[in-house]
């Protein structure tokens, strides 16, 4: 079972830095899509089905397909990207590895206690479901006006143009 | 039904925590070097999801549903995340014709 | 009547006529706007005269509300003080204030911006009542403050004019050093004291017995730079000079008789404290002397009627910086109240001159003016003689105590101070011949229209003449048998030895000092009074050297000393004034002012470089908490 | 408190159904009512459908202040959007409601006792301003305004998102108030720390200020007033509660961040100021030096001491939602934000020049006006934890920062104008209004603090 977690872990690093260092912006997707299968495979190993689930179609399925067609409507699919010059690289990739120089560091000394509070099928649909409409209904109807907000903004956005009338403001 | 997963038997919890602190910083790298603003913003969602699977590792070594309600919460504001950046990536495109981080700097100092 | 009710009708009075003219002024007929702003500061002295008569002597402190409570003990009252010390100040800046209020109505009757004017006068009167009548140091910088931000716009009143700008802006920008000072000053006494109001530090500190404590010491230098900024003293001293671009009822009110001398009130008022400090009071002594002799210096060589004047401001606040730092508070105070009336007197009869030559400022292009302005020629001729000190007037009674009080202190300062009074003679007699006496050197259609002020402009005139011929009475010394009032008055409020000295000391001293100042008399009404196209350089032959004999010895003493200070003072104003100090002020402005230039290179308007700096931040921030 | 959600929501929804229609005039007094609405019951303490909360919201305390002093903002604010009704804009329906609903995502920040909620209101205030950062599609500053508010703003959310998850993972709670000792677990301290470092890219505080004077530059003027206010408010009010919550876990090194936090925004935020010519500009790094200031009343905070903290929020509020209204008119007058537009504006318009020019002397801590005792109380605070040394700095920096903002008064009463600039009384009234509250919380500041303890 260990073995399945570290090649996964192995190839969802590998995907994600392929994401990072790919020029071609559809190959970024289809390596950030590959990431979220395989961090959706990891969630069923943690018995999370629920979330792997709603990982897939939410971000694979959704999100993804968002990408795909603006980078398609767009027509950036041909541009080659030039990276920055090697100066912010090297700072990026110095400042970037400190901090995870500095996180390993810190690793050694942290007390990760596990002791189970509830029971191991919490990831379950009926059990989410339970806990969702219970103890987090309040979030759950803030989550819609979130939704609300993004929709509104969205169609702000992007509404067809239109002239101002004549009238100006009262100065 | 309530049985422990094999994983969580064999796998301490800090390799989860490793694994994705890794790919939150390989996310982070990647809004770091990127120029294409739609690619920068891909890589701000592997930061996301790096957080998502630190929550869920947690939750489910501790039978703990709130950080998988959590990580539920998360998605959806990804998602309206997302929407909401691609209109106004699509709004600056059709002005500026360009998705190039770096070529929009008309205001600084 | 209760102090409470005396406070209200001293302090509210200016601030509502300030209130009406601001919000209303501009729909008001004139004459309602300057009854509005001359009653204001008018009821304010009359119930400065109750709180004088009803309170005979007793300190009061009245508490409105508590202000505010800061961490710690120190309690911070709306409340003011009303002592024998605040009651003089009170009679200064209501008296001459209400005086040039009314000056300003035939002063300002041409001008646009009429009401606008008088709104800021009545809140500048307001917050000098504030600064004086404050009964703890918070109180006190609110007003100190607020004189600071209406000084700032009389400057600028006129602000069509960049230079007046640029003017206005120097004055708010050297004064904000001081007030720097004066802020970190009145956190460090909460820090050490616990305490801010006066009658606290009073206590905490009279039974104090370390002398130069460096808390103190801190505490004293950081108030004297306030002083040094808000009453013009070395090196906060060039903005004084530019402020006269405002009007001249300004200049008088604020740039002579009130605003200035907050910073000597200041050190008056916390007297107990620099009585704790010698190093403090010889900082004080040096700066007050080296202000004293250079601004002088400077003076000989103006042309500008009101710049002449606004160095001798300069130089007369040294002097009352040296009494101060002699130890010789009340003679300070009594400087402080003669200075006020005769500076005054001579800046509205500036004003009055430069009235009556439709703007002229340049003594170069007056003379002869006593025929067409006799008013203003006498008025003028009181004020001169009393900043020249001769006796009976009021500047001779101040200046000679405060030369007596010094030279028991400090000869070198004694030595300076002299010094500097004969120059403050010179300068003087030298305007005054040029601007009344011998001919008239401007154009003759100037001339034509050369015109004597309107009555509301010369009867507050008349009036600050008398005061300066009568101030003197306030502090007869006792070599005239006289009871020295100011001092009897000011005792309760402000504990120091009598200044005396031996008879025979005084006599020198007197004796010495009319010789001196007939001298310099005579000499500038023969070079500067004698007709003439124009200022006569004076070439005269062997014989007439020869023959006058006085004139050679001027020669000589010129030569050998003059001269020298002359240079030294032309230099120091050029070089010195606008070169060296003016970028010693800025210097820290550039330092930020590079590093800025750098941090903004760092804001380059790409996202990419913003992200990275907040992930460099936040590397730098893991780091340091890793560490330590 | 739950009946205030509804109602902002219910009020924010009607504007924009209200956008739709012919009858836009009544958007805008709509929205005022609802937020009174709103306000009043989060005053009153409605327990009235708070169960419905699920336990993830305070409604005493502090909460209650700092969401009272949310909705106060909006209420100051809505009335100005009545301008782009004036103006004809049919979206004004859209820009009121998106304002509701930030008001309320940052009601839900200062309230929340659950990093659940807490984030959600992190998002739905932040997702609303980057569509108002954009709402000026024609204009490219405004799209690049909006970009670089969003990008920014989503990096902030994953970093803040990454402490979170650190903190639930070695905790085991998402209560804020959860956590266990930190002191000595160098992990989780690098996870509160990602927690601040959020915080701190929201606020604005150098060095995570860059995006800031940007943004504010860019938005459409009454956004950024939503934004220096609403936004500031929400972040350091919700900073605030995080570190109230947890104020016997967290460890001693925090007055030290702190401190270094304030020096780099005091020293830098001021020096960048100096050379601004956009006032804009200039008034967006006056924020995050005020925000520097705030921060000082944090040094050693003790439960109950919050108070120089909301006291400071009062003062700066008011000042800088005057500073740019004021800016926004001259701004849709002259076309620009530059300095020079404000010359002569004494003349033009004696209202608009003399309320900005006291909300600029506040900002700068003019005595008798709230700036001035605000900064008295949190330097105070200072002194009084034992930092005289930075008080000082403070206090070296408040000089400073009167150079610049006495160039824009400087040049408000520079130069005499003959063309006016008139404003609706309504406008006109509530700038005096609020200058009119900021002198009396300068003057009678025991009555305000009286309120907020």
């Not at chain 1, 219970?134 to 702000?156: H, K, T």
């Not at chain 3, 003087?428 to 009555?455: C, D, I, L, Q």
Request: hydrophobic share 55%; aromatic share 12%; charged share 10%.
């Amino acid at each position: 079972m260990d073995k399945i977690f570290y090649i996964l872990a192995a190839l969802t690093l590998i995907a994600a830095f392929m994401v990072v260092i790919s020029r071609h912006p559809i190959r970024s997707v289809l390596f950030l899509v590959a990431t979220f299968f395989l961090i959706s495979a990891q969630y069923i190993l943690l018995n999370a089905q629920f979330l792997a689930l709603v990982n897939i179609i939410v971000y694979a399925g959704a999100i993804m397909v968002l990408f795909l067609f603006v980078i398609m409507f767009l027509n950036l699919s041909r541009d080659l990207e030039r990276f920055a010059s090697w100066m912010p690289i090297a700072a990026a990739g110095i400042s970037v590895g400190g901090i995870g120089l500095l996180l390993l560091a810190s690793y050694r000394g942290a007390q990760i206690s596990t002791d189970t509070v509830g029971n191991y099928d919490s990831g379950l649909v009926e059990q989410i479901g339970e806990v969702l409409y219970r103890d987090y209904l309040f979030p759950m109807e803030v989550c819609s006006v979130l939704f609300l907000v993004a929709m509104i903004g969205i169609v702000l956005l992007n509404r067809k143009e239109r002239e101002l009338p004549a009238k100006l403001p009262l100065p | 039904m309530n049985h422990i997963p094999e994983i969580i038997r064999t796998i301490p919890l800090s390799h989860y925590v490793a694994l994705s602190s890794a790919l939150f910083l390989i996310g982070l790298l990647g809004v770091l070097i990127r120029k294409n603003i739609i690619i920068v913003f891909m890589c701000i969602e592997i930061m996301l999801n790096a957080v998502n699977l630190l929550m869920v590792a947690a939750a489910s070594y501790r039978g703990d549903s709130a950080g998988q309600v959590m990580v539920l919460f998360t998605m959806a504001v990804a998602a309206a995340e997302v929407s909401v950046g691609l209109a106004i990536i699509v709004m600056i495109y059709k002005n500026l014709k360009t998705t190039n981080i770096d070529l929009f700097d008309q205001m600084k100092g | 009547m209760n102090p409470e009710l005396i406070l209200h009708l001293i302090l509210w009075p200016p601030l509502a006529g300030f209130l009406i003219n601001g919000v209303f002024g501009a729909r008001m007929p004139k004459w309602l706007v300057s009854t509005i702003a001359c009653f204001s500061p008018l009821l304010s002295f009359a119930a400065s005269v109750a709180a004088y008569i009803q309170l005979a002597g007793q300190a009061t402190t009245v508490k409105l509300y508590t202000w505010f409570v800061g961490e710690g003990s120190a309690i911070v009252d709306f409340s003011f003080l009303i002592d024998n010390l605040s009651i003089v100040m009170l009679f200064v800046v209501t008296g001459v204030g209400t005086l040039i209020h009314v000056y300003s109505i035939g002063y300002m009757s041409g001008d646009r911006g009429f009401h606008r004017f008088f709104a800021y006068l009545n809140l500048f009167v307001f917050f000098m009542l504030l600064l004086v009548l404050g009964s703890n140091l918070v109180v006190l910088f609110a007003g100190w403050e607020g004189v600071g931000l209406c000084s700032f716009l009389l400057i600028g009143f006129w602000y069509d004019n960049l230079e007046y700008n640029r003017a206005a802006s120097k004055a708010f920008v050297m004064n904000r050093i001081g007030d720097l000072a004066f802020l970190v000053a009145i956190f460090l006494t909460i820090y050490t004291t616990g305490a801010v109001s006066f009658a606290d530090l009073h206590d905490t500190m009279t039974n104090d017995v370390r002398i130069n404590d460096p808390a103190y010491v801190a505490i004293s230098l950081l108030f004297f730079i306030g002083v040094c900024g808000k009453s013009a003293q070395i090196p906060l001293f060039t903005w004084l000079p530019d402020a006269m671009a405002g009007p001249t009822p300004v200049s008088a009110l604020i740039h002579a008789a009130t605003m200035v001398t907050a910073g000597i009130y200041l050190i008056a008022r916390m007297h107990f404290m620099y009585d704790l400090v010698p190093v403090t009071q010889l900082v004080i002594g040096i700066t007050g002397c080296l202000t004293a002799l250079v601004a002088a210096t400077i003076a000989l060589k103006q042309n500008d009627i009101k710049k002449i004047l606004a160095y001798s401001t300069v130089s007369q606040l040294g002097f009352m910086a040296v009494a101060l730092a002699a130890g010789a508070y009340i003679t300070a105070i009594f400087h402080l109240v003669t200075h006020s009336f005769f500076k005054a007197l001579l800046f509205l009869g500036a004003g009055s001159v430069i009235h009556g030559l439709h703007g002229e400022q340049d003594i170069r292009q007056m003379g002869g003016l006593r025929h067409k302005m006799r008013w203003t020629y006498g008025v003028m001729l009181v004020g001169t003689i009393a900043i020249a000190g001769l006796p009976p007037l009021s500047g001779f009674f101040s200046k000679d105590e405060i030369l007596t009080a010094v030279h028991s202190h400090n000869m070198g300062f004694f030595i300076a101070l002299a010094l500097a009074s004969a120059f403050t003679a010179w300068y003087m007699f030298r305007m005054f011949a040029s601007v009344f006496h011998g001919a008239f050197r401007g154009k003759n259609e100037t001339w034509e229209h050369v015109h004597e002020a309107p009555w509301s402009m010369r009867g507050p005139l008349v009036v600050l003449a008398v005061l300066s011929l009568a101030g003197g009475l306030l502090g007869l010394p006792a070599i005239t048998g006289q009871s020295h009032r100011l001092y009897n008055f000011l005792v309760p409020a402000i504990v120091q030895p009598k200044i005396s000295a031996s008879h025979a000391f005084e006599y020198a001293l007197w004796g010495i000092s009319l010789a001196v100042i007939l001298t310099l008399l005579v000499i500038c009404f023969k070079r500067y009074g004698s007709s003439g196209p124009s200022v006569p350089s004076v070439t005269p032959s062997f014989f007439e050297r020869l023959l006058v004999n006085k004139y050679f010895i001027d020669e000589i003493y010129e030569r050998l000393f003059v001269h020298p200070l002359k240079i030294a003072g032309s230099w120091l104003m050029h070089r010195g004034d606008y070169g060296i100090i003016d970028r010693v002020v800025h210097f820290p402005g550039k330092v930020v002012e590079s590093g800025a230039f750098a941090l903004r290179n760092l804001q380059d308007g790409k996202l990419s470089s913003y992200l990275l700096y907040s992930v460099v931040a936040l590397l730098i921030f893991l780091t340091l908490f890793l560490i330590f | 408190m739950m009946t205030a959600f509804i109602f902002l929501c219910l009020f924010a929804i009607a504007a924009m159904f209200l956008g739709f229609t012919n009858i836009r005039g009544a958007i805008v007094p709509l929205a005022f009512a609802g937020t009174s609405i709103a306000l009043y019951s989060v005053i009153s303490g409605q327990p009235f459908w708070n169960h419905y909360l699920t336990g993830m919201v305070e409604t005493g305390g502090t909460a209650k202040i700092l969401c009272a002093l949310v909705l106060l903002n909006a209420l100051a604010l809505i009335p100005f959007y009545a301008w782009y009704e004036r103006r004809g804009q049919e979206e004004v329906g859209d820009f009121t409601g998106l304002f509701l609903f930030a008001s309320m995502g940052a009601m839900l920040m200062v309230s929340s006792t659950h990093y659940m909620s807490l984030f959600l209101g992190v998002e739905i205030l932040s997702i609303a301003m980057y569509v108002l950062a954009g709402a000026d599609r024609r204009k490219s500053k405004s799209n690049e305004a909006a970009l670089k508010y969003f990008i920014t703003g989503s990096f902030t959310s994953a970093i803040l998102l990454f402490g979170i998850g650190m903190i639930y993972a070695l905790t085991g709670s998402l209560e804020i108030a959860g956590a266990v000792e930190v002191e000595g677990q160098s992990l989780l301290q690098l996870a509160y720390l990602f927690v601040f470092t959020g915080f701190a890219l929201k606020i604005a505080v150098v060095p995570f200020h860059f995006w800031a004077p940007d943004v504010y530059e860019g938005t459409p003027t009454l956004f950024t007033a939503a934004m220096a206010s609403l936004v500031k408010l929400a972040s350091i009010g919700a900073f605030l509660r995080i570190i109230q919550l947890n104020v016997d876990l967290l460890p001693a090194w925090l007055n030290a961040y702190y401190a270094m936090l304030i020096l780099a925004t005091l020293i830098l935020g001021n020096a960048l100021a100096i050379k601004q010519q956009s006032v804009k500009r200039l008034l967006a790094y006056s924020g995050i030096v005020q925000a520097g200031f705030i921060l000082m009343g944090f040094i050693s905070l003790r439960p109950g001491e919050e108070w120089p903290v909301l006291f400071y929020f009062i003062a700066y509020v008011l000042a800088s939602v005057v500073c740019f209204v004021v800016v926004h008119f001259v701004e849709s007058r002259e076309g620009t934000d530059a300095l020079d537009a404000f010359r002569g504006l004494g003349q033009r318009n004696p209202i608009l020049a003399g309320t900005i020019t006291l909300a600029l002397i506040s900002l700068a801590g003019g005595p008798f006006t709230s700036g001035f005792v605000a900064k008295l109380y949190v330097l105070n605070q200072a002194v009084a934890n034992g930092y005289a040394a930075l008080a000082v700095v403070a206090v070296v920096c408040t000089l400073m920062s009167v150079y610049y903002y006495y160039k824009v008064i400087n040049a408000i009463y520079s130069k005499s104008a003959d063309q006016a600039l008139p404003i609706e009384p309504v406008y006109s009234g509530l700038l005096i209004l609020f200058t009119l509250i900021t002198l009396a919380a300068g003057i009678l500041p025991s009555f305000f603090t009286g309120l907020l303890k």
